[in-house]
């Protein structure tokens, strides 16, 4: 007989943790996106004051987990010159680094993404050029997505911004009515992009992950299980694209 995983919710050194009950025979922890929440999968048998329990003793391993994002940022990057693999929808380009006069000029075409800068442009400036693309392309990407869902989901979103973080893929401030989204999303395939937005815009009908916002997802984007393991498939701790 195969019976349902059940969950519930714990917190945890100030730290909301999701807990999954199933069949299985030792507590398997992860962070995931996409707002790096931490999840515990668990035998059915193990109590709440023992997951506790096993919950602090690890809270060290938690914590590391979450330096390493941000030292992941810290490593040395990309050198952003010509021949480099670069991501933008899903989709690996080969960056063709051009000099021109004028303001930074971004573009795809085929399978090269051109990147025209100022002579002289150091790698800085190179970096600086394409993350403005990226969260430009965000930007343009939300209002129609934000007019899409409004409706179907009978929420309204009052205010929203793009910016380039280094933990999670999006977050909303339930009170303010305000929804962020990673710029790195512009890399991702856009159905990552619509899934962040719509698990974003549910927590304002339901705001942990337990089952209601489950089921509120399962209603509104049945897919999104296969986008979040996209998104999952490349986490943002590795910048490997
Ligand atoms: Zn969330």
Redesign the pocket.
Known sequence: MVVAAKTSQLQVGGIEVEIIRKDIKNLHLSVRP??G?VRVSAPRNVDDEALRLALVSRLNWINKKQRMFQEAERQPEREMVSGESHYFRGRRYRLVVEEHDGSPCISAGGEFLHVGVRPGTDREGRVKAMNDWYRQHVKDEIPGLVGKWEPVMGVSVADWGVKRMKTRW???NVRARRIWLNSELAKKPPGCLEYVLV??M??LLERG?GDG?KSLMDRFLPSWRLRQAELESHPLSQEAW
């Open positions: 996409p707002d929440r999006g977050s909303c698990h974003e549910a927590h992950h916002f």
